[in-house]
C-alpha cells in the first residue's frame, strides 16, 4: 500500500518541488501551506508521516507539530521537520517537539526524500510494557530488559554507561551535576571522581549520538553537569 504523506510548507514552490519528488517515489501526498489545514487535513486524512514547515504563516509550527503529532492511532505520527535555521537551538527544539528527523534548508529535495524513507522503514517499534521512549522514539529504554535503543538499533553500553543514561533519563531536560550521577550510578559499581564521569559520558556518546561533536541526547550544561536533551514521549 502507497504510504501517505502530509506536507506542511508555505513557500508555493518549494511545496511544488518536494510534492513531485516524493509523488516520483511512490508516495500519496497531501499538501498545504497553512497549519490550520494541516491539523485538520491530520485527522481526517491520518497521514503515514507528515514534513513540516516550522515557519507558517498562520499557525506556528511548534503548535501544529504538537496537534499533528497527537492525531495518529497511536500519538505518535512521524513528523520530518524542515527548519529555516541551522543553529543548534532549533534542532533541540525540533527533537524535544518529537520531530523524527529534521532537514535545515536550503537541502535537496532527493535527500529529503531518502530521510522520508528512512523513518518509515524504521518504523514504530511496538510500545512494550516498561519501556520509555524519548524525543519521538529517537531513544527507547528498555529498563525491565536492560536495553536501550537509538533511531530503532540497539545499542551496547557498560554498567555505567547505562547508570548514567537511566539517571538522566528520570527527569528530561532536568539538570544533574556530577556528583548527583556519581550518587544514582553507585548501584551501578560506579567508582571514581566527578571527572571520571565525563569520560564516561563521552564513551556513551560515542555509541547514542549521530554526531557526538554536537550532542542532542547527552548534553553539556556549563558549569552544571548534564541533561538528557530530549522530551519523554509520554
Ligand atoms: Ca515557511
Keep these: 500500500m502507497k504510504a501517505t504523506v502530509l506536507l506542511v510548507e508555505d513557500e508555493k514552490k518549494l511545496r511544488e518541488l518536494i510534492r513531485s519528488y516524493l509523488e516520483r517515489a511512490g508516495f500519496t501526498v497531501l499538501s498545504t501551506g497553512s497549519g490550520a489545514e494541516a491539523i485538520t487535513l491530520a485527522v481526517s486524512a491520518a497521514p503515514d508521516l507528515v514534513v513540516l514547515d516550522l515557519g507558517l504563516p498562520d499557525v506556528p509550527g511548534e503548535t501544529v507539530a504538537r496537534e499533528v503529532r497527537a492525531t495518529g492511532p497511536t500519538g505518535a505520527v512521524p513528523i520530518l521537520m524542515l527548519t529555516a535555521k541551522a543553529a543548534e537551538e532549533d534542532r533541540i527544539t525540533g527533537l524535544e517537539l518529537g520531530a523524527d528527523d529534521y532537514v535545515t534548508k536550503p537541502f535537496s529535495p532527493r535527500e529529503l526524500v531518502l530521510r522520508v524513507q528512512a523513518i518509515l522503514r524504521r518504523g514504530a517499534p511496538p510500545a512494550r510494557p516498561g519501556a520509555a521512549s524519548y524525543g519521538g522514539r529517537i531513544l527507547v529504554i528498555d529498563e525491565p530488559r536492560r536495553e536501550v535503543t537509538v533511531r530503532g538499533a540497539g545499542v551496547d553500553l557498560t554498567p555505567t554507561e547505562w547508570g548514567i543514561l537511566v539517571a538522566l533519563a528520570t527527569v528530561p531536560g532536568r539538570v544533574y551535576s556530577r556528583s548527583e550521577l556519581i550518587n544514582r550510578v553507585r548501584g551501578y559499581e560506579f567508582e571514581g571522581y566527578e571527572r571520571t564521569v565525563d569520560s564516561h559520558v563521552k564513551n556513551l556518546r560515542r555509541k547514542v549520538e ?16 548534564y541533561r538528557l536533551g530530549l522530551a519523554y514521549d509520554g
Aim: proline fraction near 12%; charged fraction near 5%.
Design 210 to 225: 549521530g554526531d557526538p561533536g554536537s550532542p542532542v541526547i547527552v548534553q553539556t550544561v556549563f558549569g552544571g553537569g
